[in-house]
Structures are given as C-alpha cells and as structure tokens.
C-alpha cells in the first residue's frame, strides 16, 4: 500500500466513497458498534452513558457509526463527526437525512470536514474520541495518535480499529494470492495495509503518544459476501485496483476474475467465513 499524503487520501476516498458504502461499510458497522460500547455510550448501567459529555468521531465514512453513535448517544452530549473526504461528508449527510447545512441541533450534532493528523479542535475538547477503520491508512499513524490525545481531556477515552493479521483476513488477501498463483505481479507496496496488525506494537505506540492506559485485542467480522462472482465484483472495484487492470490483457484479467470466483466459492461451499480480523485498542488519557 502505497503512503498517501493527506491531499491524495482525500481525493483517493472522494472517488471511492459510494463504491465503498454499497459494498464495505456493511462490514465495518459491527466494529463501529465495538468501539463506541468500548467508550461506554451504549451502557444502560449506573451513570457510564450520562458521564460522556462531548464526543468526536474521526473519518466517519460514510456514516454507520455515526448513525449508531447518535442512536445510543444522550441527546445532550455533544457530538461532532469528521471525515477527510467532503464526499464521505455527504453520503453521511444523506444516511441520516440531512437536507439543510451540517448540523441537528435537537441531537447537539454536527458534521465538517477535516484532518485526522490535524485537528481544528482545541487541547482538551472532548471525553469520547472514536475512529473506525482510519488510523493504518493515514500518513503518520503516530501523529493522528497524538492528536486524539490532544483533543481529548484527561480521563477522556478513545478507541481506533486498524486491519489485523492477514493470515486471519481472508476477505483482504485473496485477490493478491491468486494473482500470485498465475503470475499476476500487483507490485511491491511501500506500506502493507497490514501494517499496525500487532497489538502489542499497537499497544506501545498508544502509550508513546502519551495515553495512561491502553487495552488492546482482536476480533473477526465476517463480510456479507454471498459468493464468489460478488466478491470478485467488490474486491476487484477499488480505485488502485481498477488502475492495475488497465495494464493487464483482456484475457489474463478474466482468468485472475475467474478463479477468484471459484476460489471463494470453494471457501464457502466448506463452510467458511469471508471476513477480516480486528486490530482494536482502547486508550485512556
């Protein structure tokens, strides 16, 4: 996975943001859910939901867990939702009817546009802080890191989800091991997606950037994939992807499509899962 800046992200989830909702985002509202009952705003006992005053959610995407979020949330805490890509901005907008400017006063909500590494908040701004599937994409994971503890007051939590190990993320590498098997060669990347997949060395960087106390796991989501021609239409739709089959013949990217069709269907014929394992930390300031 090639390092984007900033600029090139936000152009990246511009073009890919309703490519990204119809097929994608399906699999990243259960870990959505995840993080925010990690921060206590789904908790129905003693005062864990009344606690939270203010929450930000960075790179919404195109609005599942804000969605969830503003249903389990106090009408009265403060909510604002951020994503890099003004395109992702809408899709949100529209997911939860949002037809005049950036706010629902009557849910203390609102949306803009910013950066992850670079947050228009000032330091201690919020308790709640959550990013779903943002913080292994971004140019310095390290940066975005220290800006949620920024933001965040002391005692505030916050909770990111990253790509697990790939031995574990079947939905993620079947497309480049059977472009391995005939021959396909996709290219050296400079950064594995991959790449923040331990949670120890996730753990450790938490705790650089300054946070107290930081719990750290795995878990798996499994896709809604139904069978292999689906995810082949899916996982052969991303915008670097799509790049890459224009330099390929006609004939070898219907091979490459065609046996990974087969391949996930022989996977589901015996029983298994297409899915991702989780990276995900809890930290406290």
Not at 7 to 22: M, N
Not at 178 to 198: K, Q, Y
Not at 218 to 236: A, C
């Amino acid at each position: 996975m090639k390092v984007f800046t900033s600029e090139e992200l936000e152009e990246k989830w511009d073009g890919f943001s309703k490519i990204f909702q119809r097929y994608n985002e399906s699999a990243t509202a259960p870990v959505a859910f995840l993080l925010i009952t990690s921060l206590g705003i789904t908790s129905q006992f003693g005062s864990a939901q009344n606690s939270c005053k203010s929450i930000l959610e960075v790179a919404c995407g195109p609005g599942a867990g804000t969605k969830l979020c503003l249903q389990y949330k106090n009408d009265s805490s403060k909510f604002i939702s951020t994503d890099i890509s003004n395109e992702m901005i809408q899709l949100t907008k529209q997911c939860l009817g949002m037809t005049n400017g950036d706010e629902i006063p009557e849910k203390n909500f609102k949306i803009q546009q910013c950066n992850a590494e670079k947050l228009p908040f000032p330091d201690n701004s919020f308790d709640r802080y959550f990013s779903n599937y943002c913080l292994h994409l971004v140019t310095s994971p390290e940066t975005m890191l220290k800006e949620a503890y920024r933001v965040l007051e002391v005692g505030g939590i916050a909770a990111f989800s990253v790509w697990g190990r790939p031995e574990n993320s079947n939905q993620f590498t079947i497309v480049k091991k059977i472009a391995d098997e005939i021959g396909i060669e996709m290219g050296g990347a400079s950064r594995s997606p991959f790449h923040l997949n331990d949670k120890n060395k996730l753990r450790q960087m938490a705790l650089d950037a300054g946070f107290s106390r930081v719990l750290a796991g795995h878990t798996f989501v499994n896709s809604t994939i139904q069978n292999g021609e689906e995810y082949s239409e899916v996982f052969l739709a991303a915008p670097d992807t799509q790049k890459f089959i224009q330099t390929l013949d006609k004939e070898k990217y219907l091979l490459w499509k065609s046996k990974i069709a087969n391949y996930v269907d022989e996977l589901l014929k015996k029983g298994e899962f297409i899915g991702s394992e989780i990276t995900y930390i809890v930290c406290t300031k």
